[in-house]
């Protein structure tokens, strides 16, 4: 019978050597598996806020959109009131004919003779 359990021996130690390997084996893949866990996680809380970042910054750019959009509206309005303004405006051809009508009737520019020159002339003329 010792000559059984000999035998046994070196079985019962490869199985307690591959054993303990194996437990090994089997802890590392849970180191593993929770650094894999771990990463998992850590990417996937940046990518929620990476996402949270995003709605944010459409958020602002739909505000800035609709900011633009209001005020290129208002310049818009603005324009058709000046080019309404601009038809009232007198034209350079107009304006031209104007200044020389004024200037045909101005008296300022015409030659007007004074009382004294009038007697001087008649008195000269005798």
Do not use: C, H, W, Y
């Not at 079985?11 to 090994?24: C, D, G, S, V």
């Not at 809380?45 to 505000?63: A, H, P, V, Y």
């Not at 350079?92 to 004919?97: G, H």
């Amino acid at each position: 019978m010792a000559f059984r359990g000999a035998q046994n021996v070196p079985i019962t130690n490869e199985m307690i050597k591959r054993l303990n390997e194996n437990t090994r084996r089997i802890r590392s893949l849970e180191e593993q598996a929770r650094l894999l866990e771990n990463k998992n996680d850590s990417i996937e809380e940046r990518s929620l806020e990476t996402q949270d970042e995003i709605r944010e910054k459409f958020g602002e750019i739909d505000k800035s959109l609709k900011d633009l959009n209001i005020r290129l509206m208002k310049i818009e309005n603005e324009m058709q009131k000046l080019r309404k303004s601009l038809e009232k405006v007198v034209t350079k051809p107009e304006l031209e004919e104007l200044k020389n009508f004024i200037d045909l009737i101005n008296p300022i520019k015409m030659e007007f003779v004074t009382r004294k020159e009038v007697e001087k002339l008649i008195r000269e003329s005798k």
